[in-house]
């Protein structure tokens, strides 16, 4: 369902609908471990900065984290949330794991004691993905249909900045930040994907395709915006 590189580059996590993680070897195309401990689907999968955490979160909202270089149980199954995890991310330190769900909350989750910190975040409809900026004072988080907005919270306080960010018509699906903060990238079930000026909140670009879009990333020199979706095809700008 997901998959999260390695910060190394060579490995890759997949998560499944078999309840199942495995980490692959990306030069040889072969499974290294297989990781197993939910008893549900398998939605979202992020992997730490340093390589040595994967956080899994399934669709009865439990959560699971692994040691990232033998696969064994950091934690047991956690509760997370009311239901499915959409998506999770640590924070670019390590210290911090947000987990957004189709509950409309997120939790910010201290990496050390594996506690909540705070009280959820909520928003007004399924979080669908989260992301965090490159220096680590922001968290930005997307909704679906039923308010297709971006979010963006202070990470100091756990505050949201301002109002939504409005423009996308249907389920924002993916976010990305490129390597020096300035952009983001959405890709939504509306068949675009926009390009957002950090600083200002101001779209700058919008790009069409002819089905809705289910990903988005930068590509590492940020020279390009790369989109896939239920067109099964993968879209360069």
């Known amino acids: 369902t997901t998959a999260a590189i390695f910060p190394d580059g060579r490995r890759m996590v997949t998560s499944s609908h078999d309840t199942t993680l495995r980490v692959w070897d990306l030069k040889g195309g072969v499974v290294l471990m297989k990781l197993e401990g939910h008893i549900s689907n398998v939605c979202a999968v992020a992997v730490s900065g340093d390589g040595q ?27 997370g949330h009311q239901y499915w995890i959409s998506s999770l991310d640590f924070s670019p330190d390590g210290t911090v794991l947000a987990t957004g769900s189709w509950d409309s909350t ?16 909520t928003i007004n ?13 922001r968290l930005l988080s997307a909704g679906a249909t039923s308010d297709p907005t971006i979010r963006e919270w ?4 756990w505050q949201q900045v301002g109002g939504p960010w409005s423009g996308h018509t249907s389920d924002v699906n993916a976010l990305a930040v490129n390597s020096t903060g300035t952009l983001l990238a959405s ?4 068949k675009h994907v926009r390009l957002w000026r950090l600083s200002d909140r101001q779209t700058i670009a919008i790009f069409t395709t002819t089905r809705e879009v289910l990903c988005v990333a930068f590509s590492i020199d940020g ?15």
Do not use: C, F
């Open 187 to 190: 890709a939504s079930s509306d």
């Open 154 to 157: 202070d990470t100091s306080t």
């Open 53 to 79: 955490l994967i956080a899994s979160g399934d669709e009865d909202g439990m959560l699971i984290v692994w040691n990232g270089e033998t696969g064994k149980y950091l934690t047991q199954s956690i509760t």
């Open 125 to 137: 409809s399924h979080n669908m993905s989260l992301v965090w900026t490159p220096n680590g004072t």
């Open 223 to 237: 020279t390009r915006i790369l989109g896939g979706g239920e067109d099964k095809k993968i879209s360069g700008w």
């Open 106 to 121: 997120i939790q910010v989750w201290n990496t050390t004691t594996w506690e909540v910190q705070g009280r959820p975040l």
